[in-house]
């Protein structure tokens, strides 16, 4: 099975840019669809974003629209999730998640988790 651990986070100011990257184990990687979702305590884990195969079907949640960017290499069996713009509210834990499907991993279903990277946003 897949394992998947995130990089990059940090503390960055208001208006500032992140890049976050997951690297994956699997030597498949290209047959599985990728996404960043990201969990602040005391609420549900929220999604981000989301690539399928070969950097199609690329989904963002309306709160990051227009400013985070997600993309794959599948020649280094790497996601990233490029940050720009950020707000204090973007301040989380942002976890990168692998599934067979769009479908499975928005259900939150199958999906195999990394352990997370902090992100916060502040002065």
């Known amino acids: 099975q897949v394992q998947v651990t995130e990089s990059g986070g940090g503390l960055v100011q208001p208006g500032g840019s992140l890049r976050l990257s997951c690297a994956a184990s699997?030597?498949?990687?290209?047959?599985?669809?990728m996404g960043w979702f990201r969990q602040v305590p005391g609420k549900d884990r929220e999604f981000v974003a989301t690539?399928?195969?070969?950097?199609?079907?690329?989904y963002y949640s309306d709160s990051v629209k227009g400013r985070f960017t997600i993309s794959r290499d599948d020649a280094k069996s790497t996601v990233y999730l490029e940050m720009t713009s950020l707000k204090p509210e973007d301040t989380a834990v942002y976890f990168c998640?692998?599934?067979?499907?769009?479908?499975?991993?928005?259900?939150?279903?199958?999906?195999?988790w990394g352990r997370g990277t902090q992100v916060t946003v502040g002065s």
């Open positions: 998640a692998a599934s067979s499907t769009v479908a499975s991993l928005l259900k939150l279903e199958d999906v195999t």
């Open positions: 690539i399928g195969w070969s950097s199609s079907s690329v």
């Open positions: 699997d030597l498949t990687f290209n047959t599985y669809v």
